[in-house]
């Protein structure tokens, strides 16, 4: 099933930050926009200010910066 769906419809369905619902097209969108640090992402989108402390979103925001 996954292969039948964009990569761009998918971005909008995944939450890389998931305790600010904050999905990976609103990231990736970020980075274009110039954000090149984990701090200016969220900065921008608000991802990895949630409760966990960017525990679980942390490693995914870096990985993109790095592959965009
Ligand atoms: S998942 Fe991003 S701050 Fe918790």
């Known amino acids: 099933m996954e292969q039948n769906i964009s ?3 998918l971005d909008k369905l ?3 930050c998931l ?3 904050v999905t990976r097209a609103k990231i990736k969108q970020a980075i274009k926009d110039g954000a090149n640090t984990f ?3 969220q900065e921008a989108t ?3 200010t949630g409760s ?3 525990k679980r ?3 995914k925001i870096e990985e993109l910066i790095r592959e965009t």
Do not use: D, L, M, N
């Open 14 to 16: 995944t939450k890389v």
């Open 46 to 48: 608000g991802a990895g």
């Open 7 to 9: 990569p761009e419809i």
């Open 39 to 41: 701090e200016k992402v």
């Open 19 to 21: 305790c600010k619902s």
């Open 57 to 59: 979103c942390r490693e």
């Open 52 to 54: 966990c402390g960017a």
